[in-house]
């Protein structure tokens, strides 16, 4: 009934407009001029009672297609979602991604309807199957960078990724990273003890509050530039973020580009070069010059340094021997600090913030930390790994709890896709792999809101099958390259500050142990989309009181 009305009203308004538009025919009836008639037919469109009968007939339209026709029709999800993008998207500038995706999940089950053509993929076992495929491509927003050479991070090129997978796959690969570990130790947690040791011993109560957001960033930043352009970088003790503020606008052109294409044309590409340009072309300059510098004194016979820049450079496809140009060692190095530094600086933020409102598990880690190494030792991954492996537990464990990743948009190819739930997804429609609530599946997780570490210690029978449904770094043919980069970082920073200082959090600190949810767990601090999922507060939430252990001098 209310469709009927809907149509007659929209009906009786077009042929008020079309009786506007028709001729009038005898002599009582001359006929207006053509701009009068058009002017009263536009009147009559702009009228409010029109505008809003045709937003009632539209919406009434797409509410019967999404209900009645959509393939997706079966499938649960929001009732808006299934109209509009517009939820989606507003949900994504205003809200924490993640949270939202592990609420609908809980509300709706394993798949679930985000858009009009799009769906939410929450189950391990689902979000394998298409991340282990090249047939699940990205999404087009890929495809709209134009400022810098097609790289193994946006690549849409199935080829493509294979190639620089086994270009710099001996480089990011374990061994690789461990022969830069001096570098790593010296840029990350050795600069970090430099910079606190200096703020305790400036302090009168030999205390000191540090916001641990701030400079777990500014060491990720300096880790990579060292790595990646052969120079050593020290954002954090010099105070010189130049670096920091280059990747910042680098990254705020890419995303502006893949998600407004119309930035690229005139006029809105001036404004945006006005605010951006400058500083990426500086960024890439900067990355010119060490590549050549390089390459200068390697004609000369120096002796490269173990790093990411010479391990980019003597890259080869043992294939087909291609390397790449230099153009191309410097796109791959810049995308590595654009998807890594501040990734990698978040995901131990939220290590350092869930053991302080975990005590008890603080309490225990810091009793395998220190009883294994004495206050004065600089802890290598090995060390860490071997003797103290509820560290490692930790981190995957926070990394479950709070992944830094969002969501990873596949399209679905050829012949369309039958997941676990017995839903079946066209060809052409999107799939939105969602780490977060992967991280949380039932079927996957007991009691997955709480921070359980022993979920990932060796001794766990379950512990295997748990890494393997752990989403944070992806998984499959598009798993996170940098992955033992990021994990050798973490590991030595987490392990250094945990052997060294007492760490207690302010008394103005609002997310404390007694801070409770409505499932009497610890709440945790918002968080919001960015670069990666950050703390949304960092400069309010990301403090602790820092102070040496007793017999660290």
Known sequence: MVMDALIKSSAGQLAHVLRTLTLATGARNPVPPLSQRLAEAAQLLLRPSTIATALLAFIGYRA????FVSPLRRVPGPFLSRLSTLPSLFAGLTRSTNDDMIRDCEQYG????MEPRKVAICDPEDCRQILGSYAFVKTEHYSNVSFMEPNIFLTRSAELNKQRRRQLGPALSMKGVRKMETSILAAGAQQLISKWDEAIENSASHKARVCYFNDLTLISFDIIASLG?????RSLTTGDQTIGQWVEKTFALMITQMVLPIAKSWPLSGLVDYFLRDDVDDFFAFGRAAINMRKLELAKGIQPPADILQQFIDAEDPLNKVRMTSSQVLTETIMMLLSGADTTSTAMSWTIHILMLYPEHYQALIAQVRGAFSASDIITYDMARTQAPLLEACIYESLRICPVSTNLPRIVPKGGVTLKSGHFIPEGYSVAVSTAAANYHPDSWHDPHRFEPSRFLPSNPQCEA?????MSMSTGVRGCPGRHLAMIEMTTVLANILNK?????PADAIYTPLNKDS???PRIMPR??????IPKHPGRDCNVIISKRKDYL
Request: glycine fraction near 4%; avoid cysteine; proline fraction near 0%.
């Open 64 to 67: 019967v297609q999404a209900l």
């Open 501 to 505: 200082y007492d760490l207690e959090l």
């Open 528 to 533: 919001t989309n960015l670069v990666a999922m």
């Open 519 to 521: 499932d009497s767990l």
């Open 110 to 113: 394993s798949v679930f309807v």
């Open 229 to 233: 352009f052969g120079s050593v970088h």
């Open 466 to 470: 748990n890494r393997k449904n752990l």
